[in-house]
């Protein structure tokens, strides 16, 4: 069964401008971790995030999450071109399973 | 070589063919995983194994085959697929299965079925 779902589908922006992505889920979680994924590759483990953490912060990204509103957002400051890519949120249930949503397809223009 | 590596990168077979993907991860880790990634839907986990011993399925119809003879390879084996099978079949691995455990994935392997 989907839990995450990310917002929106698809973003196009200027090259250094923030990009800001969003996931909401469901049901109770432990974590939540963002995964990017370039065209036609693999995923790649961007930040994990505890459900009794509020925000975290690796280089450009900060993430933040909001359990009462069973919500996430990632956002990439001062975007670049390599920055072009899916990114993915994975959400770790009770139960133990982690389940990908959908994804945000992210187009960094120059 | 390091990480997860996949073998072949593309794959076109018919739907009477018989064919393996491979998976290897070089990082001591104890999980492997089975993704299915079809465009427009969310990726699909289809197994799992936690030392060598499958851990979960999740409702995979039985043409799909997994085998993991230790904990650095893992086998898709494929038989009488389906046109709608065709997508990227993605190998992970992680230090254990607990939801929380960064993945480490392989490129995927693209498969077309005719």
């Known amino acids: 069964s989907q839990q995450g779902e990310e917002d929106p589908q698809a973003l196009s922006i200027q090259e250094g401008e923030n990009a800001t992505m969003n996931c909401s889920y469901k049901?109770?979680?432990?974590?939540l971790q963002w995964y990017r994924q370039n065209s036609g590759r693999g995923l790649v483990h961007l930040i994990l995030?505890?459900?009794?953490?509020r925000e975290k912060h690796s280089g450009r990204l900060r993430v933040t999450l909001d359990t009462s509103k069973k919500s996430s957002s990632l956002l990439i400051t001062a975007s670049r071109a390599a920055d072009t890519a899916s990114y993915f949120c994975?959400?770790?249930?009770?139960?133990?399973?982690?389940?990908f949503g959908k994804g945000t397809r992210l187009h960094i223009l120059p | 070589e390091t990480g997860v590596t996949q073998t072949p990168r593309h794959l076109v077979m018919g739907m009477t063919n018989k064919k393996s993907l491979k998976c290897e991860q070089h990082?001591?880790?104890?999980?492997m995983y089975w993704y299915k990634q079809s465009a427009k839907k969310p990726l699909e986990l289809m197994f799992v194994?936690?030392?060598?011993?499958?851990?979960e399925n999740n409702s995979v119809p039985s043409r799909f085959s997994p085998e993991c003879p230790n904990s650095s390879h893992l086998f898709l084996h494929l038989h009488t697929l389906q046109p709608e099978d065709s997508a990227l079949y993605l190998c992970?691995?992680?230090?254990?299965?607990?939801?929380?455990?960064?993945?480490?994935f392989g490129p995927g392997t693209r498969l077309t079925v005719l």
């Open positions: 992970a691995s992680s230090q254990e299965t607990r939801a929380g455990s960064e993945q480490f």
């Open positions: 049901t109770s979680i432990n974590n």
């Open positions: 995030i505890r459900s009794n953490e």
């Open positions: 994975a959400t770790g249930n009770r139960d133990d399973k982690i389940i």
């Open positions: 990082l001591g880790h104890n999980a």
């Open positions: 194994y936690s030392l060598e011993e499958r851990v």
